[in-house]
T-cell receptor, first 119, second 112 residues
Framework: NAGVTQTPKFRVLKTGQSMTLLCAQDMNHEYMYWYRQDPGMGLRLIHYSVGEGTTAKGEVPDGYNVSRLKKQNFLLGLESAAPSQTSVYFC??????????????????FGPGTRLTVT | SQQGEEDPQALSIQEGENATMNCSYKTSINNLQWYRQNSGRGLVHLILIRSNEREKHSGRLRVTLDTSKKSSSLLITASRAADTASYFCATDPYNQGGKLIFGQGTELSVKP
């Protein structure tokens, strides 16, 4: 199992350019997430998906779009990159660990990250 | 806004010492998880504690949860240089469908 993989690992963009980050998982997980990590800010959720064909906004969705056409892939798009989008981007997937007391429990598996610089 | 706040932001200890990191959060949770991130890598899940549990152990890790104070702590006993990493708490709020809210992390440095 490769787990969660991300493509590319590094990228430099100029302001206004567009790009797509690809996340792939081979664990048959239903849930997938995109985060950005900035110094002193921890991880912030951009968008997530609870299944093939579904997407939802997270905490910081502006400037990003996502698609989940296949269960194993989750794409993050930047239509017009801005310097404020310079960050490290992490993809994660999760499955339901179990159900207890009417509540489900999830554990997330992370990819290695994509370091994006927008100049 | 971030749910979890971690304390301290950075911690430096000698090998063999214990390391304690704390996490506070704001809303009711389903469970709380701790993750580890080595420099330049993705996060790795360490341990999960449910809202009805008070303490949990896994190897050299001990996690406590106090829901009345909305706080958790992670203790790493007999630390090793290889434990050097950033540690994040993540809360799983009720009815959020598996979304986690991460704290800002504690950067742990264990000197040999």
């Amino acid at each position: 199992n490769a787990g969660v993989t991300q493509t590319p690992k590094f990228r430099v963009l100029k302001t206004g350019q567009s790009m797509t980050l690809l996340c792939a998982q081979d664990m048959n997980h239903e849930y997938m997430y995109w985060y950005r990590q900035d110094p002193g800010m921890g991880l912030r959720l951009i968008h997530y998906s609870v299944g093939e064909g579904t997407t939802a906004k997270g905490e910081v969705p502006d400037g990003y779009n996502v698609s989940r056409l296949k269960k194993q892939n989750f794409l993050l798009g930047l239509e017009s990159a801005a310097p404020s989008q310079t960050s490290v981007y992490f993809c994660a997937s999760s499955y339901r660990l179990g159900l207890a007391g009417g509540h489900s429990y999830y554990e997330q598996y992370f990819g290695p990250g994509t370091r994006l610089t927008v100049t | 806004s971030q749910q979890g706040e971690e304390d301290p932001q950075a911690l430096s200890i000698q090998e063999g010492e214990n390391a304690t990191m704390n996490c506070s959060y704001k809303t009711s949770i389903n469970n709380l998880q701790w993750y580890r991130q080595n420099s330049g890598r993705g996060l790795v899940h360490l341990i999960l504690i449910r809202s009805n549990e008070r303490e949990k152990h896994s190897g050299r890790l001990r996690v406590t949860l106090d829901t009345s104070k909305k706080s958790s702590s992670l203790l790493i006993t007999a630390s090793r240089a290889a434990d050097t990493a950033s540690y994040f708490c993540a809360t799983d709020p009720y009815n959020q469908g598996g979304k986690l809210i991460f704290g800002q992390g504690t950067e742990l440095s264990v000197k040999p």
